[in-house]
C-alpha cells in the first residue's frame, strides 16, 4: 500500500471511491446516492487544494486502485488556518488493515511541514471503528452535539474530536 497526495489525474478514481464508501458506510454524512460528485468538481477540488498550503487529500492506493482517502479542509481565515478539518473514508473491504493508521501518519507528516497545529473531525456516536482509529491517533472528545442526525431512521449523536499537534510557535 501507499500513501500519496492526490494528482489532478486521479479525479476519475477519486469521485468513484467518494462515491462507493458513501453507499457502503451508514456513518457518512451523505446516504447511498444522496451526493454527486463529478469528475470536473473533483478536479476543481484538486486543483484548489493544491494551491492553498493549509489543505490537501491523501490517497491510499493498492495494485494501481484507490482504496482509501483522507482529507484535510483547512481555516480560510488567518484566524483558522492553523487548523484543519478531516474527513477519511476507506473502502469497506479495507477497512481493519492498517489503511486509516497509515493515512494519519502521513497527514500528521504534512501537518507538521505546513504548521497545521489543530486537526478535528466528526463521528456518529455508533462508529465504534472510527473512534478507535481516532483514539489510537491521540483524538480526544472535545463535545456531543445531540441528535444531529438521523441515521436508519433514529436520531444520533456526534462527537467533535480534536488533536494538536506540536508546531514552529514562531508563527
Partial sequence: MRIR??????AVKLSQLIQQVGSDSEYMLFEPGERKITVEQMQTRSRSMKTESHSEIFTAELDGELIGY??????????????????????????GQGVGTHLFEHLENWAVQHN?????????QPN???????????FE???????????NGEYVDE?????????????
Fill in 141 to 151: 472528545i472535545e463535545g456531543k452535539k445531540r441528535d444531529s442526525l438521523i441515521i
Fill in 116 to 124: 497545521i497545529r489543530r486537526l478535528e473531525l466528526t463521528v456518529a
Fill in 159 to 171: 462527537y467533535y474530536w480534536y488533536s494538536v499537534k506540536k508546531v514552529d510557535t514562531n508563527l
Fill in 5 to 10: 497526495h492526490v494528482k489532478i489525474e486521479d
Fill in 70 to 95: 483522507l482529507m484535510a479542509i483547512g481555516g480560510c481565515t488567518k484566524r483558522t488556518r492553523h487548523a484543519v478539518y478531516l474527513v477519511i473514508g476507506i473502502l469497506t473491504s479495507h477497512r
Fill in 128 to 138: 465504534d471503528a472510527g473512534m478507535r482509529l481516532y483514539r489510537k491517533m491521540n
